[in-house]
């Protein structure tokens, strides 16, 4: 059960959004900058950093719901992102898209493990600065979302078809929409 | 030296946002609705918050300039920041911002950590609903952007005097301001 009252049926970090439209905002348009924005890494990789380092921070509903979106960007490759999340040295992704998730778990651990060495490596196999700092800040991203969801203690939904339509949607529609139901239940919450 | 190239006279996360200003407009709207938006906690509270977070998370920056920001809003207290920093438990804080911080300092080892006990001693000591949301989201968010300042091993001064007279100026004149500032730097330099 939640630790605070969300409006019901809203998986993840839906409710929280809902409850607190004020905070989903700047949240929703970090995700829609970071993930989907212009980049020289398609919107697949970047799902993919999510997806790594929400599995690091062992957060069941932040690694399914972008693991599906990931999939859903490399057309329908659910054994690829399962190979990321168990091993991304052996997965059959780039060279620089390895340099780049080996930043984001040291960067999930702390800022301060990130090493010159972590970052001559990524150059060596081709990162611009910008791909570095994006990556830098997708994993500190979602160390905040990953903690907002689990701090909360939000319900997260156990049916894979789920997950496999919330994923479709989040590559094909973006982050950026209206709230469920928005204010109803912040409202009654400030009331109290 | 930074992981990568950022304007040298920019300390801390302004480096970072000063060269990725699509970035930085949402983390300073998500901080300033953070601490200082409406709410029934005070900014000096909200700030000690994110300071205690910054310190658990050992970010220099972070912890320093919003330990003089909440020092400021309380009006110039800073020995009241350090034992927070220190044991806010024995710390001339209400009840109610302990039972916060205890929270916070759960989120900031994996949210999971919090418990439903965490939660009822919150509520007992008065806390709301939005209160322990936004508690929780402070202490994530801080989680954030401590890594983002230390994972690109961003430049901070040593100086307490930067600290004080900046902390100063974001207490008066909020987040929001510090993109338009590097907007305006920007717009007036070719980058």
């Not at chain 1, 998730?101 to 990130?114: F, T």
């Not at chain 2, 400021?72 to 220190?86: A, F, I, P, Y």
């Not at chain 2, 993109?179 to 330099?189: D, F, I, N, Q, V």
Request: aromatic share 6%.
């Amino acid at each position: 059960m939640p630790h605070i009252q969300f409006p019901e049926g809203l998986p993840g970090i839906v409710g929280p959004f809902a409850f607190r439209p004020e905070t989903a905002k700047p949240m929703r348009a970090l995700a829609e900058i970071l993930l989907r924005g212009p980049s020289t890494l398609s919107p697949g990789e970047r799902e993919l950093i999510a997806t790594c380092v929400s599995t690091q921070n062992d957060c069941y509903f932040c690694q399914t719901s972008h693991g599906a979106a990931a999939a859903h960007h490399f057309g329908g490759n659910e054994q690829l992102v399962s190979d990321v999340k168990q091993n991304f040295e052996t997965a059959a992704i780039s060279n620089k898209l390895k340099a780049l998730l080996a930043i984001a778990v040291k960067v999930q651990q702390s800022g301060k493990k990130v090493l010159p060495a972590d970052i001559e490596r990524a150059r060596h196999e081709g990162a611009s600065d910008i791909e570095i700092h994006d990556t830098v800040l997708i994993a500190a991203a979602f160390c905040m979302y990953n903690r907002y969801v689990d701090g909360l203690a939000t319900w997260a939904p156990q049916d894979p078809a789920l997950y496999r339509q919330m994923g479709a949607q989040m590559a094909e529609q973006g982050y950026i929409r209206e709230e469920a139901r928005p204010r109803a239940a912040g409202a009654a919450a400030r009331n109290e | 030296m930074p992981h990568i190239k950022l304007a040298e006279d920019l300390p801390g996360i302004r480096g970072a946002m000063a060269f990725r200003p699509e970035t930085a407009l949402p983390l300073n709207e998500l901080v300033e609705v953070l601490l200082r938006g409406p709410s029934t906690l005070t900014p000096g509270e909200r700030e000690l918050i994110a300071t205690y977070v910054s310190s658990q998370n050992d970010c220099f920056y972070c912890q320093t300039i919003h330990g003089a920001i909440a020092a400021h809003h309380l009006g110039g207290n800073e020995q009241l920041v350090l034992d927070t920093k220190r044991d806010y438990k024995t710390a001339a804080v209400s009840n109610k911002l302990k039972a916060l911080l205890a929270i916070a300092g759960k989120v900031q080892k994996g949210g999971k950590n919090v418990l439903s006990d965490d939660i009822e001693r919150a509520r007992r000591e008065g806390a709301t609903d939005i209160e322990i949301h936004d508690t929780v989201l402070i202490a994530a968010a801080f989680c954030m952007y401590n890594r983002y300042v230390d994972g690109l091993a961003t430049w901070a001064p040593t100086d307490p005097e930067f600290y004080r007279a900046r902390g100063a100026k974001v207490a008066k004149e909020g987040y929001l301001q510090v993109s338009r500032e590097l907007m305006s730097a920007k717009a007036g330099s070719a980058r």
